[in-house]
Each structure stands twice: as structure tokens, then as C-alpha cells.
């Protein structure tokens, strides 16, 4: 069953802040996070491991709660640069460790 | 370094036909998948391979699509005979191994194939 991610679209000014909700009902082994800018390649963001380990990279950070199975990534005084659709993805054992994706959410930054 | 190049970038067709798409991954990686997205929904994992081995394709949707991978380099993914909903935009992923994070690694994305079943 997919993960569930919110906002399903959001507008921001930029420099403003945003957060990205994905939510799962299986036990997770771990969450990925990836931005598509529109007619590009989706682009690694971040992972987040059970356990609490987590990589990424660029201005992004985000969390894992493994006991409600919820991921948050936080894009902080958000730039231009940041606009496109945010992908989560989930691995769990019911998956067989197969990426299970969200539908997105688009994320559009105006000056 | 190359990225993960899809052809063709957009391929429309008509029912009953046949469409192949082709996938050259990152040179060295092991792993490729397979996924599609229909038009405002979520990525849908089809296939998953290891060198030139199926590790997983308990997402092909049925018999009408085949995947190979001939010698572990690059893949196609035929489609035959496509149906409507079939459209969408196959993306291919690759990835050098499974790694320490997760048994999904990172992840390097095509552009993908935009597929229009008329």
C-alpha cells in the first residue's frame, strides 16, 4: 500500500518554509525522499534509516518517526531552486524492500 | 559521467501495437529498475534487476510486458500489444549496489519515456 503524502500541492513565497508529511501503515525499514523538476530526472534528496541514521544533502533535512511510520522533510528558507514535485519512498519487508512511492507533492516557490 | 539515458523521450502509439524502451544505466551499476507513472499519481515499481538477473518483478503488470537486460548493460522494456492504459511515463533507475542505507540505495533517475496509447 502506498505511503500517503501531504500537502497534496503548496505555494510558497520564496524564502518562506515548508514541510512534506509522508505516512505509511506498514513498518518501515527506511524512507527516501526525491524532487522532480518538471520533464527532468527525479533526483535523490535523502535517506532515512530505522535506527535514526539519516543522509542527505543540500539545505533539505528531515525526520523519521519509525513508531508512527511518518516521515517529514523540512525545506527551510526556501529557494527558487526548490520548486518541483517531492517524491517519498518506502521500503518495508512487505515490500520486499521494493520502493513503494507516493503520488507526489508539487511544491511551486514564486519570488 | 553519463547519467542514466531513456530513449525514446516520448513514443506515441496505437492500440494493439507494439513499443520497445530502451535503458542504458550508469556504467557499473548493478542494479536497474523499472517504474512507471500514470499521469498525477504515485511511481509504480514494475521490475527490478541485478546484473542481468529478474531480482523482482512482482510489479509487471501482466504478460505483455517483458523486460531483459542482456549482459548486465543496458535494458529494454517491451510493451506488446500496448492497451490504453499502458500510457504513462516509464522511468528507469539505476543504482551501484544496495549499500549500507537501506536495501534500496541511491538512486540515479532517466528522464524517462513518455508513453501515449492512442
Known amino acids: 500500500q502506498q505511503p500517503v503524502q501531504s500537502p497534496q500541492a503548496v505555494i510558497l513565497r520564496e524564502g518562506e518554509d515548508a514541510v512534506i508529511n509522508c505516512s505509511s501503515s506498514k513498518a518501515l525499514y527506511s524512507v527516501h525522499w526525491y524532487r522532480q523538476k518538471h520533464g527532468e530526472a527525479p533526483v535523490f534528496l535523502m535517506i532515512l534509516l530505522k535506527g535514526g541514521e539519516q543522509k542527505g544533502h543540500e539545505k533539505i533535512s528531515a525526520s523519521f518517526n519509525e513508531k508512527k511510520q511518518q516521515s517529514s522533510l523540512y525545506l527551510t528558507a526556501s529557494q527558487l531552486s526548490y520548486s518541483g514535485t517531492y517524491f517519498c519512498?518506502?521500503?518495508?519487508?512487505?515490500?520486499?524492500?521494493?520502493?513503494?512511492w507516493g503520488a507526489g507533492t508539487k511544491l511551486i516557490i514564486k519570488p | 559521467e553519463a547519467g542514466v539515458t531513456q530513449f525514446p523521450s516520448h513514443s506515441v502509439i496505437e492500440k494493439g501495437q507494439t513499443v520497445t524502451l530502451r535503458c542504458d544505466p550508469i556504467s557499473g551499476h548493478d542494479n536497474l529498475y523499472w517504474y512507471r507513472r500514470v499521469m498525477g499519481k504515485e511511481i509504480k515499481f514494475l521490475l527490478h534487476f541485478v546484473k542481468e538477473s529478474k531480482q523482482d518483478e512482482s510489479g509487471m503488470p501482466n504478460n505483455r510486458f517483458l523486460a531483459e537486460r542482456t549482459g548486465g548493460t543496458y535494458s529494454t522494456l517491451k510493451v506488446q500489444p500496448a492497451e490504453l492504459e499502458d500510457s504513462g511515463v516509464y522511468f528507469c533507475a539505476s543504482s551501484q549496489d544496495s549499500g549500507l542505507a537501506g536495501r534500496t540505495g541511491e538512486l540515479f533517475f532517466g528522464e524517462g519515456s513518455r508513453l501515449t496509447v492512442l
Open positions: 519512498g518506502t521500503e518495508s519487508v512487505d515490500s520486499n524492500y521494493q520502493l513503494i
